[in-house]
């Protein structure tokens, strides 16, 4: 398996203009997860979706930030308008309940470095 | 939302030395678990300790947990050069919501 795809791997983008981040999970996996990691803050959940719904996304910072999860390969983070303090890496990640495994282990991408000027 | 505390927050020792980095947290637990981040990568999970667990090894690692005082460490014997990275706890509790610590930085100096 390839593992957990993110694209694109580096944005940089001007304050004001919508960024989308894309994720592919594993496939088979029923949980995403999107996290955003700053120096300041640490790793921070977003927002996570079981076989697409969201679930809990009170970790989404404003209404700038919205994710969806059209099917169970791919879904996108959006922002709009980007502002400078949104600069961070943000990794989505995935995980299977087929074997009760989802709260032992999350696999991660390799994340996408957003820098917002 | 809550996180957890990793102390040091960056640690340096030569290779063949033993670190050890520990996790307080907050909450009940159903597992912690413990990451690894390489410089510009995503984490990857390297061992979980159980809430009705004390001490658990793989490999070279080693994780202890102590519940009563909401906290856990974790031991790299002989380190390697390989194992400069940033370590993180993270806790889960009833739900699927994972909780990452602030990570503690080490490098191996060969």
């Known amino acids: 398996d390839a593992g957990v795809i993110q694209s694109p791997r580096h944005e940089v983008t001007e304050m004001g203009q919508e960024v989308t981040l894309r994720c592919k999970p594993i496939s088979g996996h029923d949980y995403l997860f999107w996290y955003r990691q700053t120096m300041m803050r640490g790793l921070e959940l977003l927002i996570y979706f079981n076989n697409n719904v969201p679930i809990d996304d009170s970790g989404m910072p404003e209404d700038r930030f919205s994710a969806k999860m059209p099917n169970a390969s791919f879904s996108t983070l959006k922002i709009q308008p980007s502002e400078p303090r949104d600069s961070a890496v943000y990794f989505c990640?995935?995980?299977?309940?087929?074997?009760?495994?989802?709260?032992?282990?999350?696999?991660f991408g390799p994340g996408t470095r957003l820098l917002v000027l | 939302s809550q996180q957890g505390e990793e102390d040091p927050q960056a640690l340096s020792i030569q290779e063949g030395e033993n670190a050890t980095m520990n996790c307080s947290y907050k909450?009940?637990?159903?597992?912690l678990q413990w990451y690894r981040q390489n410089s510009g990568r995503g984490l990857v999970h390297l061992i979980l300790i159980r809430s009705n667990e004390r001490e658990k090894h793989s490999g070279r690692l080693r994780v202890t947990l102590d519940t009563s005082k909401k906290s856990s460490s974790l031991l790299i014997t002989a380190s390697r050069a390989a194992d400069t990275a940033s370590y993180f706890c993270?806790?889960?509790?009833?739900?699927?919501?994972?909780?990452f610590g602030t990570g503690t930085r080490l490098k191996v100096l060969a």
């Open positions: 909450t009940s637990i159903n597992n």
């Open positions: 993270a806790t889960v509790s009833g739900t699927y919501k994972y909780i």
């Open positions: 990640a995935s995980s299977s309940s087929a074997t009760g495994k989802v709260r032992e282990t999350q696999y």
